[in-house]
């Protein structure tokens, strides 16, 4: 796929394992771009493939025209010479080195001197704001200020692209917040390539610029982080947004699934689609509604999750439906595991799109 | 750490193992004769052999890091076809009963060895009967003990240390010095400790490679088994010598790097 | 001569035979527990086998060492029934110190002879020889008899030489001698003729030359001392004798 003003562009086919990745990505100038998808997908795949770190089987990377490896011609750059900085999941600090040497490793291997490197290193801490912990072993710190850290030895080794493999995912939820912030102005002064892996649609929408969805090694979704929830394409990040999301074919005003189940949709016109159901959309009732919603059906509630002051009741019926209603309507409808109940939406509720 | 206490069971069989190894060593220091101990000591026999033990020993280890850590490292990260077998052979003569180390050494390098002949007829080199022979033959049997650890360290050591420094920019040689060797320096260090060991107690191949002669190739253990026939109580007095020296230097080397393996 | 020599033999084999008769097979049995020295391996494992068909129902298992190595274990407490020695004065040393039982009795004499590599390409014909820039002579050590016999017979012929290496017994030697390592040794006449045509052996003049001599005694607190006698009396018998000079040894 074609992105204008590509810097980094790349085609990847290659197995690991049970993996099988088969994706083509490109990051343009000036843009951040998350990975997102669940366990297995082949994120960290993809990024190790990046940087060279996974042999590429079919396939090509080029920054900035400049080929780092090309299956075609056998062109093949070795890490240490891609200038791609990484952050990993666990940071991987070198535990028998101080943070100031963890730091200072990039430019040193480049060959810089000591003293030199470690006073830059020392900057890049004050940037972090971690230089009080030059001396400390990497043993010492916080799981916040060992991310800090690993940022901070990426960047110092003044990286043209920079790599971050679920950069806030071990860490707690108090600390994510802040450690967010942070890691976004840190990115936003970056001047390079930045790509980073995710399985949290919020990281994704707040740190990125551009969400692209993976799943089982392929590419399924691409846009900004509105789009991509706003018109989920997959099962998965309907999940994760946390919407209903059926397929099917359109024909004037309905949708009708795989499974031979209608659901009215304005809009629908023709072809394939995706439609899109918020469950606040979704009402529930005792007995059969009178209305002029189109969409009502009788079903069995199977599975209530409290969300705070929300509760989200799972229904099995024409199509499996979440619906979100508060505690105390659901307590009003007295609903239990397995209790038949009357759902109902708008065909106007209905966001079709096509797939 | 919650302090343990031992099952009855456990602490039987613990204390049986223990005593196993600590009676011959009381056995010995008790019988020696300390009185004469210091006329042994300075004695240029007993030095002679003393200095000759340490410095083969340690040189030994010395050729066994060099040629040792690669081995191990190959063992531990490269694939090829015959892997197996080649780390089988090489592990060999931690089985070998050592003069038969020695006999194999002798056909290899000695004067009518397969490679000895060329060294002879080539250089004028021969290593029988030399102190450089003697190496030979502590290398020979304590190598592998080094290998081994190193190359257990090596593939229990997470790999992606050395991703992260590839993507700062180092090459595989600074990758190696700077991340890979220290990380596994407790398995480095215990090798070279076991190997050193091992080297300084050698007796079967030394005698049968490099011969017995005081000065050049009697080292404290020829030297122990030889004075066990005329001199028994000086034999004990060296053979306690080289147990404090082992002493002192396990000892010396345990808190840092041995329990950390 | 040779008539009259073997007519006395076959006199006195009947002899033994009759006297072995007459103290009855059935009173020996089990074990007998022989160390001798490693000078004595071949001779000695011929003298066993040849025993033990005389006496079936013994079985004698030997223990082969330099000399001062059995006389080490012996103190110590090993299991033997019977001790031969390559020397007078460890024999001498183990009946002072209380482990032997009865008087030891010579069985045997030991000349000293220069090994080297068949063909002798060294050209070594003397005890000077061994002196000579470039060959590498190889003793025993001085504790084992052997190796201090060697050291005697060189200082009768006035030679000084300086061994590369002092070995732990006769066998290791023969070795060296026969891998090459080594280009020359003294060793018994008997292990020179045991190693065949692997060495060749060069005669050390009468004059210089050591001889050995090999006693045997039993062991104090033999755990069969019925066989132990039976054995050193059929050393010291003249089948004994005759097996041991086949191997190369001269007579008690």
Known sequence: MAVVGVTLDAAVRLSLGALELDISLGVGDGEVVALLGPNGAGKTTLLRALAGLVPIETGHVRLDGEVLEDTTTGRYVPPEKRSIGFVFQDYLLFPHLNVLENVAFGLRSRGSARAEAERAALRWLARVELAERARSKPSELSGGERQRVALARALAADPRVLLLDEPLSALDATTRASVRRDLKSHLSSFRGVRLMVTHDPLEAAILADRLVVMENGKHVQTGTPVEVTERPRSRYVADLVGVNLLRGEADHGSVRTPDGMTVAAAGAVSGEVFAVIHPRAVSLYRSRPDGSPRNTWRGRANGVELYGDRARVRIEGRVPIIAEVTPAALADLKLGEGAEVWLSFKATDVGVYPA | ?261 | ?252
């Open chain 2, 1 to 261: 750490m919650r302090r343990e206490r031992a099952p009855l069971w456990i602490a039987v069989l613990a204390t049986i193992g223990a005593a196993f190894f600590i009676l011959p060593l009381v056995g010995l220091v008790v019988r020696t004769p300390w009185g004469d101990a210091l006329g042994s000591l300075t004695s240029p026999d007993t030095l002679n052999a003393l200095k000759l033990s340490l410095i083969a020993s340690l040189s030994s280890t010395a050729v066994a890091l060099v040629l040792g850590v690669p081995l191990a490292w190959v063992y531990a990260r490269v694939e090829f076809p015959g892997r197996a077998v080649l780390r089988a052979l090489t592990t060999l003569p931690m089985v070998l009963p050592p003069v038969v180390g020695g006999i194999a050494l002798l056909l290899a390098f000695g004067r009518r060895g397969l490679l000895g002949s060329l060294l002879d007829s080539a250089f004028g080199i021969t290593l029988p009967f030399t102190s450089a022979g003697v190496v030979f033959a502590e290398t020979f049997v304590a190598m592998p003990f080094l290998v081994l650890t190193v190359e257990a360290g090596l593939r229990s050591m997470d790999r992606r240390y050395e991703d992260a420094a590839r993507t700062l920019g180092a090459h595989r040689w600074t990758v190696f010095t700077r991340v890979t060797l220290p990380m596994i320096g407790p398995s480095l260090a215990a090798g070279a400790v076991l190997c050193w060991a091992r080297a300084l107690g050698e007796f079967g191949a030394t005698i049968t490679f490099a011969g017995n002669f005081p000065g050049v190739t009697q080292t404290m253990p020829l030297a122990v088994y030889l004075l066990l026939e005329t001199n028994p109580e000086g034999s004990f007095i060296l053979s306690v010598i080289l147990l404090l020296v082992s002493l002192v230097v396990l000892v010396g080397l345990r808190r840092r790097w041995l329990w950390s393996v």
């Open chain 3, 1 to 252: 001569m040779k008539r009259l020599a073997l007519a006395v033999l076959f006199l006195a084999a009947c002899g033994t035979t009759s006297s072995a008769g007459a103290s009855s097979p059935t009173a020996l049995s089990g074990t007998v527990d022989v160390f001798a020295a490693a000078s004595l391996t071949d001779s000695f494992k011929a003298l066993g086998a040849a025993f033990q068909r005389q006496h079936a129902g013994v079985a004698v298992q030997f223990n082969f060492a330099g000399t001062p190595t059995l006389v080490t274990q012996i103190e110590q407490g090993a299991k033997a029934d019977v001790f031969a020695s390559a020397d007078m004065t460890n024999m001498e040393k183990l009946k002072g110190e209380g482990f032997t039982s009865g008087s030891p009795q010579v069985f045997a004499h030991n000349a000293l002879e220069i090994v080297v590599a068949p063909g002798n390409p060294n050209g070594i014909t003397s005890l000077a020889d061994l002196a000579k820039p470039g060959v590498i002579y190889i003793s025993e050590a001085p504790t084992v008899p052997a190796g201090k016999y060697s050291l005697q017979a060189l200082a009768k012929a006035g030679v000084q030489v300086t061994p590369r290496s002092l070995e732990t017994d006769v066998k290791s030697v023969i070795s060296k001698i026969e891998l090459g390592e080594a280009d020359a040794g003294i060793v018994y006449a008997t292990d020179v003729k045991a190693a065949g045509s692997k060495v060749q052996g060069v005669p050390i003049p009468d004059r210089y030359n050591v001889v050995a001599t090999y006693p045997l005694v039993e062991v104090r607190g033999a755990a069969n001392p019925n066989a132990a006698m039976a054995f050193i009396a059929y050393a010291l018998s003249p089948a004994g004798q005759s097996t041991l000079a086949s191997f190369g040894f001269q007579g008690a």
